[in-house]
């Protein structure tokens, strides 16, 4: 079972977004996010197309991964794209078929609004998931979400939280297929039935799978304090985060890109998008 | 009409994540017999493919090629039946205890003869021939699992297996994780068991010194293949090829040969305790 799920989807590499702050990728990513949707000419899209295509090629990560990215959201994709298409309505008709009318303006607003779509499962595969391991993310946001102390807002306690709950995934997921082959040793069914009787034959599964992870989670915390862990008050890290010139760097060329976005916006709205 | 072998495999081959670069052969054309009624050992160095050939067996897993056949019957003949191969080879997993969930030990042993489709007289029946088996006392019949200790809990795991009256028993370390008193109470019990009921039983284990006292022969695996299939006096005399695959002989025997470099020599087919002893004592009484 642990073979179907590569977790987080973080691919290994040494590129220069890989070696990237995390703290500061988060940032970027937002601010692209941001950016993405202030586009509304096609000059605009064009310039974060080529955008996107330069921070992929950056990560050295071969195109049909940032093309699995999007398969979840094909749906999504096709339904947006059709909406637009059949249902808007504007000043030039391109085809008509019985009722079903086509509009010029329909064809463009799905063809950018598809775009952004895609810009934007490219900004976070791209700038976060790919690139960055889950444990960088967690350490990054308690960091950057660590001002909020002052608001009492337990930001260590949720980030120890994360990180325990990603480290014991993988284990639960194994001891779930031991726990699933011991009952099926036993001639237990869950494919047959119905909703009803598929989920009785889950209980077998579920209490050992529960009584499991209050087991581990009661060592773990035995284990912690037993290494002086008294929470996040006065706790040092190993691997500091550091930020470099780079990193600064990257961060002012998206907002350099966004000012490059409104200028386009404004100077050659050719097309534009009405969303 | 009774095939002649309780459990065989032919040609059997088994690759895990078959479609990743990370594809690992764990059984490579794989071929034994057991014959039934004996309690057999199966030991290997970790990796040899112990777990994945006890897996193979009750249909767990699907061999890539090859056959698996119980009781002379290819168990994937019929691929929707495979449920009642695993009523026919009851399988108990290492560290049997973390999957009991039921409200009463009695239920939890229900639960497999439950699957069978037993109720009633016959059903309460097998819950306490079972539980008396394993050693459960009938007073633990009506408590919760997780009220009980290490030990019970896993006697009651080996309960709900043998309540399922499996021709075949596998057990993948049953002794492990116990102290010496706990393992020869749960070995023994297993012994007592296969010889009153005529149980084939297969066990899967490290130790060397287990597999001498209670198995009459025993499979050696190594890399995916079997190295061995013999009884086990013949298995521990040969001590070099074991080693080579990572294995050892008992410690007694270890103890015996050392005996025999320093000039005491009670031979070197000692592979029990017990067995040194006597041999010692009828030494001992030879020396003027």
Known sequence: MKSDIIFGQYVEGDSLIHRLDPRIKIVAA???????????????????????????????????????????????????????????????????????????????????????????????????????????????????????????????????????????????????????????????DFTSGGLIRRGKALIPILIPLFISAFRRADELATAMECRCYTGGEGRTRMNTLKSEPEDWAFLCSIVVLGAAVVLLNRLFPLVTIAM | MSAEYAIELRNVIFTYNKSLPSATRALDDVSLTVKSGGITGLIGHTGSGKSTLVQLLNGLLKPDSGTVLLDGIDIWAEPKKIREVRFKAGLVMQYPEYQLFAETVAEDIAFGPKNMGLFGEELEKRVREAASFSGLGEDLLEKSPFDLSGGQKRRVALAGVIAMNPKILILDEPAAGLDPAGRRDILGGIKRFSRESGTTVLIVSHSMEDMAMYCDDVIVMAHAKILMHRPTAEVFSRADELSAVGLDVPLITRVAAALQRNGVDIGLDVYTVDYAVGKLKERLAEKP
């Open chain 1, 30 to 188: 937002f601010l692209y996010i941001v950016v993405i949707f202030l586009a509304k000419s096609a000059t605009a899209f064009a310039l974060l197309t080529l955008s996107a295509v330069f921070f992929v090629l950056l990560t050295r990560i071969p195109p049909r991964m940032i093309l699995r990215a999007m398969k979840p959201l094909v749906f999504i994709i096709v339904f947006t794209a059709v909406i637009n298409l059949f249902f808007m309505t504007g000043e030039h008709l391109l085809f008509q078929f019985g009722f079903v009318k086509i509009y010029r303006e329909g064809l463009v607003n799905a063809f950018l609004i598809v775009l952004r779509i895609l810009l934007l499962i490219v900004a976070t595969s791209v700038f976060l998931t790919y690139t960055t391991t889950p444990i960088a993310l967690t350490d990054a946001l308690e960091q950057l979400l660590s001002p909020l102390k002052h608001l009492h807002v337990p930001v260590h306690e949720f980030s120890m939280m994360m990180t325990i709950a990603l480290r014991f995934i993988p284990t639960l997921i194994d001891e779930t297929q031991k726990i699933i082959n011991a009952q099926t040793a036993r001639g237990a």
